[in-house]
């Protein structure tokens, strides 16, 4: 049975394309850009190709045409254009649209086809940062607003780790520097986004580091048996949606008190939980990274 998505609420498409609901009625009413159904209640609702050819309109009003002139192009000259400028402008954007594309339609030929053709021009860290980062935010946002379904954020998220497990294996025989400190990379209790602690594992081993990946829900108490093994260890954690704001310093104090008392180890934290969160009060062995970029830099 064909599970692809294709119909869409006009808030689905202000979701999906960033353009505001107010301004593609105008479009519609003014260029007659898109043509909606409409129910018996006069509520609009689009089709699949209608939300492509939005993705096509916003990503040329994004590079400087104007809606005037894109409403001027026949049918089969947009997505024309696009390519043209895709092919001399950033490509990040475009990317990222053609992925959107994939997810919503479980397309896997139109991901491994997007990623093939950024790796032409960049590494695979690049495209991480650049188009894969930005659109795991953004579909964390999308997932929120129950514009996609935790089907689509999986296919998207699943196929992302795919890249990142391939490019780590393909590391993993470098010898790490000698006496360098080893990093144990684990995600707490109840936590499972491991996505950027996959990318930084790959990170730390892509620049000569020693590294142990626990991976998600870890207990706390089962990484005493690292300490056995190894003389020097910077703990590496994400905290994406455990634990709650409000059990966070108690966590990391506990973590002090079981894991950090002596001077060789430390706690390398990051995710989106500290993003409000007072920071002046956690012990001298834990630091706080706002980004994976700014954690990888500062080693």
Do not use: C
């Amino acid at each position: 049975m064909n599970n692809i998505k294709v119909n869409f609420s006009i808030k689905d498409l202000e979701n999906l394309t960033g353009i505001k609901a107010h301004t593609i009625r105008i479009w519609e009413k003014r260029y007659n850009l898109l043509s909606p159904n409409r129910s018996d209640t006069n509520i609009r609702n689009y089709s699949l190709g209608s939300f492509q050819k939005l993705l096509n309109i916003s990503y040329l009003n994004n590079n400087g045409l104007k809606i005037s002139k894109i409403a001027n192009l026949k049918e089969e000259e947009i997505p024309i254009k696009v390519r043209e400028i895709a092919s001399r402008a950033k490509v990040e954007d475009h990317a990222i649209n053609a992925l959107k594309m994939a997810m919503i339609n479980f397309n896997q030929v139109l991901f491994y086809s997007t990623y093939n053709n950024l790796l032409e021009n960049k590494t695979f860290s690049e495209i991480f940062y650049s188009v894969f980062l930005p659109l795991l935010n953004e579909i964390g946002l999308l997932w929120q607003t129950n514009t996609i379904t935790p089907a689509h954020e999986h296919f998207l998220s699943v196929h992302i780790k795919q890249k990142i497990l391939l490019n780590t294996e393909r590391i993993q025989l470098l010898e790490p520097k000698p006496k360098s400190k080893t990093f144990v990379l684990f995600l707490p209790e109840n936590e499972i986004h491991d996505i950027g602690l996959l990318f930084i594992n790959y990170q730390l081993r892509s620049k000569g580091y020693h590294t142990i990946f626990l991976g998600e829900s870890v207990p706390m108490s089962s990484l005493t048996d690292l300490l056995e093994f190894f003389d020097q260890i910077a703990f590496v954690s994400y905290f994406t949606v455990y634990p709650s704001e409000n059990d966070i310093p108690e966590y990391i104090n506990s973590f002090n008190e079981l894991l950090l008392n002596k001077n060789n180890t430390e706690l390398l934290l990051l995710g989106k939980k500290f993003k409000d969160m007072e920071l002046n009060d956690f012990p001298k062995s834990v630091s706080i990274f706002n980004s994976i970029e700014n954690l990888v830099k500062d080693l």
